[in-house]
């Protein structure tokens, strides 16, 4: 089973290879590679640098390692990893932090200005937004215990941010059917889908991304059959009905700030905390249920599929060479 995941995944990246070769050939120079040496010699010491903030921010803030690594996440579904999710309305921009499912939830953008300041002081002028949430993904699940792995470098800076696609993000309330085609609609598919929910090991949720799952489901008048009854009761008391949406609750209940592989336990126990994680596993005949198993029983299977599929998020549509920019600040398009 195992070798068939990892069979599936060869053929459809030499797929991958083989098409991207086809349009280079089709289209010279107009579709450049990432590459983990892009800045080796323009800012060889840049992923030391952004480590070196995160750790400083993670003393006084054990959440920021997953705040972070959430941010790329949400700007590379919406329109490529481009730094749109970092850009604060202007006259030109709507921001994508006031979308639903970034208002008073994303968080992380001082920490995102520290790391760019930090790294503008050394290497003026030379490394992208974008790629720094790329780095601050990379060092934040790494530093919170999880694997390190070389990003892949080289994008640039986007000049337009779009709130429709940020509205249109995958929802904590979707059906494992929605989130697979939200998730094919950018070229990944049901691994990416299971490793990257993974990411769900650390961090926080408010009760109001799943208090409907607590007191009545769908309209039927009783919580979510699939909820573990004893952690039902838990959560019934740190979000009781009607009471705070914004209290926050651990996305893993058992390891609440270690990246490991306890997430995929955790929905073997029915312990998922989102609809749209408990969904990868209970729902009847779940298609992604033998992803979620392997990952669960081996975390060095989860740990290898999840850089994997980092690096396959972190490809949604660049973009490279001369296209749009690197900026100075990552709030703000240059000269607006
Ligand atoms: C599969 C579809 C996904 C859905 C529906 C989803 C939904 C959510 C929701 C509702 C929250 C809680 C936000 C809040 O309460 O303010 C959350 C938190 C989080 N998500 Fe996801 N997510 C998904 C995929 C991902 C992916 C792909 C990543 C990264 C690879 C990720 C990383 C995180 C992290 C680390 C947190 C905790 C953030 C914090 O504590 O600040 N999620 N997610
Ligand atoms: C870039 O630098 C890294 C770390 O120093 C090194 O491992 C890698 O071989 C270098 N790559 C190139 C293409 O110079
Ligand atoms: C690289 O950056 C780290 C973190 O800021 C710093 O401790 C180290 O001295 C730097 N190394 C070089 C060669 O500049
Ligand atoms: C974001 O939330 C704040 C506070 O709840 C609210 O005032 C604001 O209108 C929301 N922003 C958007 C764009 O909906
Ligand atoms: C914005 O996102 C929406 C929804 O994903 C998409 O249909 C639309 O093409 C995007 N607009 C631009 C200008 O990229
Ligand atoms: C549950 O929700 C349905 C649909 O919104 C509503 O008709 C019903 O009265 C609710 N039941 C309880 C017990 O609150
Ligand atoms: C509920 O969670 C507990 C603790 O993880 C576990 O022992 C039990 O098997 C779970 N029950 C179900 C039905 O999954």
Redo the contacts with the bound molecule.
């Keep these: 089973m195992l070798s068939s995941i990892a069979e599936r995944r060869m053929s459809s990246s030499s797929l991958l290879v083989a098409l991207a070769i086809c349009l280079a050939l089709l289209s010279p120079g107009s579709r450049a590679q990432l590459s983990s040496s892009f800045y080796n010699s323009t800012c060889s010491n840049v992923s030391a640098i952004v480590r070196s903030v995160i750790q400083q921010a993670q003393s006084s803030d054990v959440r920021i390692t997953a705040s972070l690594t959430r941010l790329f996440f949400h700007d590379c579904f919406v329109d490529g990893c481009d730094g749109s999710v970092l850009l604060d309305s202007s006259s030109t921009i709507v921001s994508e932090k006031g979308a639903v499912p970034n208002n008073n939830s994303a968080r992380g953008f001082d920490v995102v200005d520290n790391i760019k300041t930090a790294v503008e002081n050394a290497c003026p002028g030379v490394v992208s937004c974008a790629d720094i949430l790329a780095l601050a993904a990379e060092a934040s699940v790494n530093l919170a215990g999880g694997p390190s792995w070389s990003a892949l470098l080289g994008r640039r800076d986007g000049t337009t941010a779009n709130i429709t696609g940020a509205n249109n993000l995958p929802s904590p309330f979707d059906s494992l059917t929605t989130l697979q085609s939200k998730f094919s609609a950018v070229g990944l598919g049901d691994t990416d889908l299971v490793a990257l929910s993974g990411a769900h090991t650390f961090g926080r949720a408010q009760c109001r991304f799943f208090s409907n799952r607590l007191y009545n489901f769908s309209g039927t008048g009783n919580p979510d059959p699939s909820l573990?009854s004893?952690?039902l009761t838990t959560l019934q008391q740190n979000c009781p009905q009607g009471g705070d949406g914004t209290t926050l609750n651990n996305l893993d209940p058992s390891t609440p700030n270690t990246f490991d592989s306890n997430y995929f336990t955790n929905l073997q126990?029915?312990?998922g905390l989102l609809q749209s994680d408990q969904e990868l596993l209970s729902t009847s005949g779940a298609s992604t249920a033998s992803i979620v198993n392997s990952f669960a029983s081996s975390q060095s299977t989860f740990f290898q599929n999840f850089v994997q599929s980092m690096i396959n998020m972190g490809n949604i549509s660049p973009l490279t060479g001369s296209s749009g920019q690197i900026r100075s600040n990552c709030r703000k398009v240059n000269g607006s």
Excluded: T
């Design positions: 573990n004893s952690y126990n029915n312990r």
